[in-house]
């Protein structure tokens, strides 16, 4: 899309870009390794419905992150060579695979949370009363455009169910 059609001046733009790369570079290596310790996007999220739930299969997994089964075949495998997490074989089905944290993956995960509190908590500590206000606000806004466009979407993609044994 052009800028003419976005509504945007070439000036909004660049500062746009600008700003873009400044961020890029205060999020350097040293502090997104501290604050995700190598962790991708989806680890992330498996990590956060782990704990939510203690264990799952890997349809669900694969629901949670919006992949195929076998896109979160690949992510569970390398984070259990990792030894993040664990398989194990229901009780109540044998032909179920469960997944679960094991004690590196909950210290990981829990390192991480402290992390994001820590950024957190300093990056809150530097804002006003006011500033926070309106960062909420701010913030608010922006999840409702999001929320807006995902009920624009059209067909959401469908994660076909297959039980690993």
């Not at 945007?8 to 040293?30: A, G, H, N, P, R």
């Not at 962790?39 to 997994?61: A, G, P």
């Not at 032909?95 to 829990?110: D, P, S, T, Y």
């Amino acid at each position: 899309m052009k800028l003419k059609e976005q509504g945007m001046s070439q000036e909004t733009f660049q500062m746009i870009i600008d700003y873009i790369e400044e961020v890029k570079e205060l999020l350097s290596s040293d502090i997104w390794e501290n604050i995700f310790l190598n962790c991708s996007k989806n680890e992330v999220l498996i990590f956060w419905l782990l704990y939510q739930r203690s264990e799952v299969n890997m349809t669900e997994i694969a629901e949670y992150i919006h992949v195929p089964l076998n896109t979160a075949t690949g992510i569970i495998n390398r984070m259990e060579k990792n030894e993040l997490i664990v398989r194990t074989r229901s009780k109540e089905d044998k032909r179920v695979v469960l997944i679960g944290f094991n004690e590196k993956g909950m210290a990981q995960f829990q390192n991480l949370i402290n992390q994001m509190i820590y950024y957190g908590m300093e990056v809150m500590s530097s804002f006003t009363k006011e500033e926070m206000d309106l960062f909420y606000k701010m913030t608010t806004k922006v999840m409702e455009v999001f929320r807006q466009e995902k009920k624009k979407e059209v067909t959401p993609k469908k994660v076909r169910k297959i039980t690993i044994e």
